[in-house]
């Protein structure tokens, strides 16, 4: 394999995290040790200076995460990923690493429950300030930039609202104002949208949804396109300490092996689950991207290859609906998190944003009848009949 950058995403997904050693083993091994010897005094300062390649200390790099770095980075088309603990702490290292006191951050107001809480309680503290826009509304995020404007957040598609942002649009803005741009890609996967060849500096992951896939692991990602930031966020990374450990990132590695092909069967199964919801009168509205009600639907289809697993829809009758049809499902799984191979459900009214009273969901775009549904890679007439049995009853 001469250049595995010039193959098509399915091979990345096979090869791409290969880092091949004297034993002629196939698969990057563990490599559990936190430190690495020195061949002598020399060797240690070549390798303290950068004058030459290796391993120093496992904070700092290490061969069973570069395998995992080296499998993303491959499939966003990025220059270099820096592996982290978990989908935040890949979250914050790109806040921290990009703004300081004085500076502002734009922000899609649909993000992430904990990504809000970082920009909203902890980055004011520090004197960042903060905006959160619908960045589906591109003359929104416009009118939000100001001299101190440093970077644009987007998520798209957004959770739990699947509203689809314009990311090279969003890109333009940004770049004419110098700011940087970064994409939380996690609901869509590099095998669905590779949004650094769409104008983005910069990609993140929560590693513990679609790229690792079997829900055993919490792990995250940031892939720079440029050298230069690379090299300001590795020392970033090795200073904040927020990294991936060699086990987590082996798991990874070959949750990615399968990366395309569950993709596949995961975008098959919603769009074929999607329009069998449209369809139930029961339910008032269905939130897919593979469905031409949703409203940006011309959109989606030209930045992405393909719908993704996360539905969002509104039953008739709200919190009770809710609560009958999460206490009736049998083959889901009652559940947050999603992009595993298991079908997953979750309805924040009586879960996730119990706390929040019924009119501040409302406003928030979370009604009390919204369902969220990660759909898994199980045979998908047997997830049609446990959700239709489940509607039965309300
Ligand atoms: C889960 C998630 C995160 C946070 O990732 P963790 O691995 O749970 O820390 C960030 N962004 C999105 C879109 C997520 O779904």
Known sequence: MKDIRKHGQNTKCVHGSFIPNETGCVVTPIYQTSTFSFKDVDHGARLFKGEEEGYIYTRVGNPTIQSVEQAVALLENGYKGIGCATGMAAVHLVFASLLSAGDHVISSEAVYGSTSALLKTVFPRFGVKVSFVDTSDLEAVKAAVTPETKLIYVETPANPTIVVSDIAAIADI?????????????????????????GADLVLHSMTKFLNGHADVVAGMVILKTEEDYNHFRSMSTEFGGTIDPF?????????????????????????????????????????PGLKSHPQYELHKKQTDGP???????????????????????????????????????????????????????????????????????????????????????
Do not use: W
Request: hydrophobic share 40%; charged share 25%.
């Open 308 to 394: 993704g697993a996360l539905i969002s829809f509104f039953l008739k009758g709200g919190l009770e609906s809710g609560k009958i049809v999460m206490n009736s499902v049998k083959l889901h799984t009652l559940a947050v998190s999603l992009g595993g191979v298991e079908s997953l459900i979750q309805h924040p009214a009586s879960m996730t944003h119990a706390c929040m009273s019924s009119e501040e969901r409302e406003t928030a775009g979370i009604g009390d009848g919204l369902v969220r549904i990660s759909v898994g890679i199980e045979d998908v007439e047997e997830l049609i009949a446990d959700i239709d049995q489940a509607l039965e009853k309300v």
């Open 248 to 288: 987590n990132s082996f798991l990874v590695a070959r949750g990615i092996k399968t990366l395309s092909v569950r993709i596949e069967r995961h975008c098959k199964n919603a769009q074929k689950i999607a329009e069998y919801l449209e369809s139930h009168p029961k339910v008032e509205k269905v939130v897919f």
């Open 174 to 198: 940004a770049h004419e104002n110098d700011a940087k741009f970064c994409v939380d890609n996690t609901f869509m996967s590099p095998i669905l949208q590779r949004p650094l060849d769409l």
